[in-house]
């Protein structure tokens, strides 16, 4: 079957670019030459045609039953919550995983850290039934501490804070859990690019120390039953020089002779922080190299055509949508359009506002708990505003009109104002 582009009938509108930030530039298509003139339907359709309805792996939903398209909502610390996840799923997102949680503030109870750039407890608990298949995402510097934050997030704390914390000065070795709660899989995060959360944490420091990164994979494997998934998020590399590349082949083949069920690929090194584009090549000679394992990618999916675009140029498993879904939930839905054969459609003004009054509600759910409810819920909506105007006509003055709303009746005001169809 034939993948080159037939633009007329499945291309997009564009959408706005994202924020400028220091940390990250204006969205760009990926380094993968040739891959702009696959034909993201076509793919689609091949990838029917190969796995059935799913389209996916069948070992990927026989590990997670309900995993059942070639993509997934991504971890993303200061979004990804259970508001963000709900409404991602309610759209065709087939699983969601957390923030980052570092293992100290998953066995403090989440009191006494900083936010950071990371996610707070509270964020990531489950949101209920609507809200699984659930990954959470670990992140941390200590073998033992990563494995009995792992015990504690797949039993969903049923023991007391002093048990799991006893569990850590037991040393790895005694570390087990046979139970299970809520989430699907723990995956551990080896690519967080942040500075101050790397010193403590590593994340994607663990690239240049790849030996303290296997002890952490080893330990947290071993504490948790078989029937628990164990994935990992990784960068393509620390940065480009030769010894990184082959500390990130040692680590990544580490992650599978530990029984680590995929690993998710970065397509930009941890020095690259978000800025630039990722390279999808060495995510294609990755498979080339190792093609009966399963590997996800992530970077430069801005929009449906990407998704499939990537899987088609890498011979990914799947792929993680990560700041292309935020205040972009349809891009699943045009996804699952996709794959039924149709073509994708951009949000109508009236879904706009349904989403926009979901999510809020949702987001006072999740925040019911803080001081002030209303106050937090519309500071961190404001920034969902933002990125959910780039659908609207008036994009610009709408934008504006999400950045100074404090309340819910302000929210409200702004949606009788531009989202009444
Ligand atoms: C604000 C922000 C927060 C992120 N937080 C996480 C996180 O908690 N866990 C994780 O695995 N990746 C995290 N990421 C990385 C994304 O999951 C993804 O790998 C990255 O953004 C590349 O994909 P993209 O270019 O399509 O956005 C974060 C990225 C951003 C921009």
């Given at each position: 079957m034939s993948i080159q582009s037939n633009q007329s009938n499945n291309q997009l509108p564009d959408r706005p670019c994202a924020r400028q930030s220091k940390n990250a530039t204006e969205p760009s298509f990926a380094i993968a030459p040739g891959a702009q003139e696959i034909d993201p339907k076509a793919v689609a359709a091949d990838l029917i045609a190969r796995f059935g309805p799913t389209a996916m792996d069948p070992r990927v939903t026989q590990l997670?039953?309900?995993?059942?398209?070639?993509f997934y909502q991504a971890g993303l610390a200061g979004y990804s919550d259970a508001a963000m996840r709900i409404i991602a799923r309610r759209h065709g997102a087939p699983v969601c995983v957390t923030e980052a949680l570092l293992d100290r503030t998953l066995l403090a109870g989440g009191k006494g850290f900083a936010k950071a750039d990371l996610g707070e407890l509270h964020d990531n608990v489950p949101g209920g039934a609507e809200d699984m298949p659930l990954i959470g995402q670990i992140m941390g510097n200590d073998p033992a501490e990563m494995a009995a934050g792992a015990i504690k997030m797949i039993e969903q704390g049923k023991r007391s804070a002093k048990e799991y914390r006893t569990m850590v000065d037991s040393g790895i070795g005694e570390l087990r859990s046979d139970g299970s709660g809520t989430f699907a899989a723990i995956d551990i995060n080896l690519a967080c690019p942040v500075k101050k959360i790397s010193k403590k944490s590593r994340g994607g420091h663990w690239l240049k120390e790849p030996q303290g990164a296997v002890a952490i994979l080893q330990a947290v494997r071993d504490a948790l039953p078989e029937s628990i998934p164990v994935t990992v998020k990784m960068r393509r590399a620390y940065d480009d020089t030769p010894e990184m590349k082959r500390n990130f082949e040692y680590l990544f083949d580490a992650c599978y002779d530990l029984g680590c069920a995929w690993v998710t690929v970065h397509g930009r090194t941890v020095e690259q922080k978000y800025i630039g584009p990722s390279k999808w090549q060495p995510l294609k000679e990755l498979v080339e190299k190792h093609p009966d394992r399963l590997i996800f990618g992530s970077g430069d999916i801005w929009d449906v055509n990407q998704i499939f675009r990537m899987i088609a140029y890498t011979g990914l498993t799947g792929v993680s949508v990560a700041r292309g879904c935020i205040g972009n939930p349809w891009i699943f839905k045009q996804a699952r359009a996709m794959l039924a054969g149709d073509d994708p459609k951009p949000p109508t003004i009236a879904q706009q506002r349904e989403v926009l009054e979901q999510h809020f509600d949702l987001a006072l759910a999740v925040n019911a708990n803080t001081r002030d409810p209303e106050l937090m819920t519309a500071k961190n909506m404001r920034k969902f505003g933002i990125k959910f105007a780039a659908h609207h006509p008036q994009a610009d003055e709408v934008k504006k009109q999400f950045i100074y709303v404090k309340t819910l009746d302000e929210w409200r005001v702004v949606l009788k104002k531009f989202y009444t169809p």
């Open positions: 997670i039953p309900g995993f059942d398209a070639p």
